[in-house]
């Protein structure tokens, strides 16, 4: 086992785990035994599997070592949503964000909570109004970087998440084959256990990993970062769409949607003198109304160095409005925890800056 690379274990499927221990001869019930330790007890070491042999947790360490991920900052706003930074171990940072689906009131608990994860450190696609593709594209997380921040939060926090939704830092279907190996751990029974209705996945556009993620067998929920409802608009935003336009893009969705029989979401951050015109509001009507999708609008989270504005609440009710007119299920996002900077990307952007000036 030694000489060969090392993989974390919360990055193995059960079966793989499986047949790596068929080879040397342990029983049949080790590996489930062994996940049961990972995700139900959860614990942090193979030392603390008190019912695995010593020579086979000391094998096991040395080839598919338990990582570990530091939280070293939370950030709380008074709606109790909560911002996590991790360093990873190889130094780089990553964010989460906890939203509860309802602000606990009276002391009661908030009855759901769903975790935005990252998927890469950084971002490679440079859309103009988002903190997380400032600083460009270091790397693509590892399935169990990205399990790993539902567990640690989960523990920090105490609190069970409910649902997983792939729109913290980073392009997931840029970084597929990790994300869907993260996607099948968190979903199955021996892992989290967390139900494919309730994972979300959210890209910026890349047409033709759409389309293979149709052909996946999960029923995951799929968004779209649409932004814009004509070229010229999304061209002036968003980089990817130079690459794969409108006319592409939505004939993904309309694959996706047919092999599915799923309605997406198209995400619309709505921005002041960009994207916020009757004429846009409209023009989504139309594609949302061919696609059934469901159109949730975002008003734009200031980013520190970018220029962009939100809409005054009039012009955001206002195109609320126009899309619900014509029939589309629409709401309007009321950022919940607009004051921590909650939109990916601005925490770990705020704290480089903050590291390489010294204030850290
Ligand atoms: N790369 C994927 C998923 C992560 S982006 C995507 O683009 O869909 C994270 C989400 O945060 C996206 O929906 C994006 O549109 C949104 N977002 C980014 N910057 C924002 C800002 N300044 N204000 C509000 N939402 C923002
Ligand atoms: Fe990347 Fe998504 Fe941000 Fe665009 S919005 S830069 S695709 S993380």
Not at 110 to 125: E, I, M, W, Y
Request: hydrophobic share 40%.
């Amino acid at each position: 086992m030694a000489s060969a690379e090392k993989i974390d274990i919360k990055s193995l499927f059960l079966d793989e785990l499986q047949s790596e221990l068929e080879k040397s001869a342990e029983p049949s019930y080790r590996a489930a035994q062994i996940m049961d330790w990972l995700y139900y007890k959860r614990i942090r070491a193979f030392e603390e599997m008190t019912d695995v042999p010593k020579s086979l947790r000391a094998r096991l360490a040395e080839r598919f070592p338990i990582g570990t991920m530091d939280i070293i900052r939370v950030l709380g706003s008074r709606d109790t949503t909560r911002k996590f930074l991790f360093r990873l171990s190889d130094e780089n940072l990553i964010e989460s964000v906890l939203i509860p689906a309802s602000p606990a009131l009276y002391g009661q608990k908030s009855d759901r909570r769903t975790l935005c994860v990252s998927t890469q450190v950084g971002c490679a696609f440079g859309c103009k109004f988002c903190a997380s593709g400032l600083e460009g594209f270091s790397r693509n997380l590892r399935a169990n970087e990205i399990v790993d921040q539902i567990i640690a939060i989960e523990r920090a926090s105490g609190e069970r998440i409910d649902n997983i939704v792939f729109m913290g830092m980073g392009e997931p279907l840029a970084n597929f084959d990790n994300v869907m190996r993260a996607i099948r751990i968190i979903n199955s029974p021996w892992g989290l256990g967390i139900g494919a209705r309730h994972i979300t996945v959210s890209t910026s556009g890349l047409a033709p990993q759409i389309r293979k993620l149709a052909d996946e067998p999960l029923q995951i929920r799929l968004a779209i970062s649409l932004h814009g409802a004509t070229d010229v608009v999304r061209n002036q935003i968003m980089p990817i769409n130079r690459r794969y336009n409108i006319g592409m893009l939505l004939s993904a969705c309309d694959y996706y949607v047919a092999r599915k029989k799923q309605r997406l979401t198209f995400e619309y951050i709505l921005i002041a003198g960009v994207n916020d015109s009757n004429d846009q509001a409209n023009l989504l009507a139309v594609h949302a109304e061919r696609l059934s999708a469901k159109v949730n609008l975002i008003p734009y989270n200031t980013v520190e160095d970018l220029s962009w504005s939100r809409p005054s609440q009039d012009r955001q009710e206002e195109f609320l409005s126009i899309l619900r007119a014509q029939g589309i299920s629409a709401t309007l996002r009321r950022e919940k925890g607009s004051d921590i900077d909650a939109a990916c990307g601005q925490l770990r952007l705020q704290t480089k800056r903050k590291f390489s000036s010294g204030a850290l």
